[in-house]
């Protein structure tokens, strides 16, 4: 396999072993003293042990922070921040899936701002209030290929006082430096490739459906989701194949870069199911993404219809497209209905539904929504009704 340097849309060291070069990109950006960032899982695996080791040997201070949980809060914000300043650290490298990665951009961010995080949610220009030349350097190496967190210019953290997530965005949380190494994904097991994968399939699926021009997004998008229609269930039946890792890795960082133009109401009913049932994000998207789809279908139907043509699927049809989407998630062993994984006591319909509309995705979606819209669409998805 070749060995690639990108620069879109930040400087991306993709290839086999690339993680060999993490002590060159943190030379790259000055970084003597390393905070490594990533779940309570990975630190205990040898990939990151073997990764610090390294660092160490190379002359690397490198500090661990790995109290990371499966959706991040802003307590692991606080933590990691004061692991930070108490070990002198000068730079953040985010080792991990979506909430390492997350959690480990928020800290460089923080490190030097005085105010609460939460004054700095993605809404209007609040990035303006922070102090752009206190960010720490980030290097982002992912070891799914689902989230895309390393192309992103944002976090999405939980705040644990509200129960809600808040998508948390200042223009450097994108990483310096890229690592993108396949050899990292190949312990992932196959239910988290599964629903990291459909993750990313949701990612360059709602950017190219959301409205608005931005045909360089559209076409990273197209081309993430070929990657993802030929090489997620390799990668999930055949965990060793280093090329199928490596698309998927791809697939997973372009949707992320093309979710700049927008996601909708797959991202927007998932946020809240992961913040108060704690349910998986990849997993929710996979569940929501048909419901989704066919409540747009008036205004996304000749846009589903040029996915189909880009997929070379014989026929060209919304309808060919919805079935593509069950016969994947059948494949991969997703649930089919909301209430497989979510049972109905736990499920306060009319608080979802608000914070479902009130969520940042929900601007994006091709159609205008409302509360009734979000509650329809969770009522579908619980009693498995497409129609």
Known sequence: MQKYNWNYPTTMWVGENRIK????????????KPLLVTDKGLAEADIVKSTLENLKKEGFKVELYSNVVGNPTGTNVEEGVSSYKKNNCDG?????GGSGLDVGKAIAFMSGQSLSIWDFEDVGDNWTKADSDKIAPIIAVPTTAGTGSETGRASVILNEDTGVKKIIFHPKFLPSIVILDPHLTLGLPAKITAATGMDALAHNLEAFCAPGFHPMADGIALEGMRLINKWLLVAVNDGKNVEARMNMLTAASMGSTAFQ????????????????????????NAIFMPYVLTFNKDVIENK??????????????FDEFINWTLKLREDLNIPHKLSD?????????????????????????????TVADMKVMYEHSMSGKLF
């Not at 946020?271 to 049932?277: D, F, G, K, S």
């Not at 319909?349 to 601007?363: F, H, N, Q, V, W």
């Open 341 to 369: 994984v979510i049972k109905d006591d736990d499920f306060d319909i009319d608080r979802l539904s608000k914070m479902a509309l009130e969520d940042p995705s929900t601007g994006g979606n091709p159609k205008k929504l």
């Open 21 to 32: 070069d993490l002590g060159a990109a943190c030379k790259n950006l000055n970084i003597k």
């Open 304 to 317: 589903i219809i040029k996915i189909c043509d880009y997929l070379e699927f014989k026929v060209k049809s």
């Open 92 to 96: 953040v490298i985010a080792f991990g």
């Open 261 to 284: 133009k927008g996601l909708g109401a797959i991202h927007s009913l998932s946020h809240p199911v992961n913040a108060l049932n704690n349910v998986h994000h990849g997993l929710s």
